[in-house]
């Protein structure tokens, strides 16, 4: 039985009664809610339950994701968590990036559940269902709260965008040479857009030599 004010899910199923009152709750009932059953972001009291992934986004987030922590841990640059850490960008904001890169010198902004303000790198991989919040909303949210680059990843359309943070506090697109993005904030580390065209994703290890690491 779930606390007064607090929507109750059974077997990991939620109901109407508990769809409808998602609107309504506090951020702290919000946090007592959300356990590692359920991965919500809370926007300003609406709660987004976050919709299950195609095989095809799974794949190329933990091929992405699997190839930014070997780098960030070869170089120790920091860590790379996701898909399930949210981010507290202020009170009553709290999303959840796919994958996101916090240097070193943040780590302390680590908290039991959450990180605490902007991460230093954001990335999303776009399905049918976030488009619009991918590429609106939270570049609006993650550009206003200074996360310093912030990546678009959509493999149904083969297609990545990268931005980068002005000291305007404005972001800039980062253009590819020859279809391969560089970060700016994780030197070194790149991605090909022909990647996005293969299935399964190219093997690690050969991405790991082009890297220099193996």
């Known amino acids: 039985m779930a606390a007064k004010g607090i929507p109750d899910m059974k077997d990991g199923v939620l109901s109407i009664a508990t769809l409808k009152s998602l609107d309504s709750m506090t951020e702290e009932e919000f946090v007592q809610w959300c356990d590692e059953d359920v991965r919500a972001e809370y926007v300003y009291g609406k709660v987004i339950v976050m919709s299950p992934e195609s095989v095809r986004d799974e794949r190329m987030r933990w091929f992405i994701g699997s190839l930014l ?122 991605l090909n857009s022909q990647w996005l065209r293969q299935q399964p994703p190219p093997k690690k290890r050969n991405i790991l030599r082009e890297f220099g690491i193996l």
């Open 69 to 190: 922590r070997d780098f960030v841990e070869y170089y120790d640059l920091g860590e790379i968590f996701g898909p399930n850490l949210q981010i507290r960008l202020q009170s009553r904001l709290r999303r959840i990036p796919d994958l996101m890169f916090i240097a070193r010198e943040h780590l302390h902004q680590l908290r039991e559940s959450h990180f605490e303000g902007a991460p230093d790198l954001a990335m999303e991989i776009v399905s049918s269902d976030s488009r619009e919040r991918d590429e609106q909303d939270k570049y609006q949210e993650y550009e206003a709260f200074g996360i310093r680059e912030y990546w678009i990843i959509a493999p149904l359309t083969e297609q990545i965008d990268v931005y980068r943070l002005t000291d305007h506090g404005t972001y800039e697109p980062l253009l590819p040479a020859s279809g391969v993005y560089h970060s700016t904030v994780i030197p070194g580390f790149f």
